[in-house]
T-cell receptor, first 113, second 113 residues
């Protein structure tokens, strides 16, 4: 079956630091890959997505590249802000299957001023 | 545009009680789903629906029922609440395609005593 493994948290960084949150996946077909973000007390929001190999998703200064050869979709940001403090989830859904999302366990990120 | 609306936001039940968590979306999405979020486990799919009159089980369906009589509504029923069902529940919806992002409600925090 499908699975998503993401970096264990929590992660604490200083403002303006570089961020990487690792995500690797296992899928039997050709998945679409997503990063969702959850701010305190809220539901999940789509942060970015990529639907085929070598695609780069980007939004709000965050980027992730779909690497089929390493089955990875690592999230990066060059300079984090306090407002980026949230829980980040990597997820996949698979073509030829259905719309069901398989999530990683989430990584809690805290940015300190 | 309300998006995905979940009610109630908080609920406390006693073991053995029943209740229904409501979910409504106004985006004419065909696909709707329910997840539960537990610490260290990410989000796990309970039930999903690809259209009115069609439902199916996800990863953790035991103890829950769903129905989909309209495109807009997808209620989740707990038949006889158990402490193991203490969790945060999220409803999500999307158009029918694996590369379409899912839209999440703000969640229902449920405690079973």
């Amino acid at each position: 079956g499908n699975s998503v493994t993401q970096m264990e948290g929590p992660v604490t960084l200083s403002e303006e630091a570089f961020l990487t949150i690792n995500c690797t996946y296992t899928a039997t077909g050709y998945p679409s890959l997503f990063w969702y973000v959850q701010y305190p007390g809220e539901g999940l929001q789509l942060l970015l997505k990529a639907t085929k190999a070598d695609d780069k998703g980007s939004n709000k200064g965050f980027e992730a590249t779909y690497r089929k050869e390493t089955t990875s979709f690592h999230l990066e940001k060059g300079s984090v802000q306090v407002s980026d403090s949230a829980v980040y989830f990597c997820a996949l859904s698979e073509w030829g299957g259905n719309e069901k999302l398989t999530f990683g366990t989430g990584t809690r990120l805290t940015i300190i001023p | 545009n309300a998006g995905v609306t979940q009610t109630p936001k908080f609920q406390v039940l006693k073991t053995g009680q029943s209740m229904t968590l409501q979910c409504a979306q106004d985006m004419n999405h065909e696909y709707m789903s329910w997840y539960r979020q537990d610490p260290g486990m990410g989000l796990r799919l309970i039930h999903y629906s690809v259209g009115a009159g069609i439902t199916d089980q996800g990863e953790v369906p035991n103890g829950y029922n769903v129905s989909r009589s309209t495109t807009e509504d997808f209620p989740l029923r707990l038949l006889s609440a158990a402490p193991s069902q203490t969790s945060v529940y999220f409803c999500a919806s999307s158009h029918r395609s694996p590369d379409q992002p899912q839209h999440f409600g703000d969640g229902t925090r449920l405690s079973i005593l």
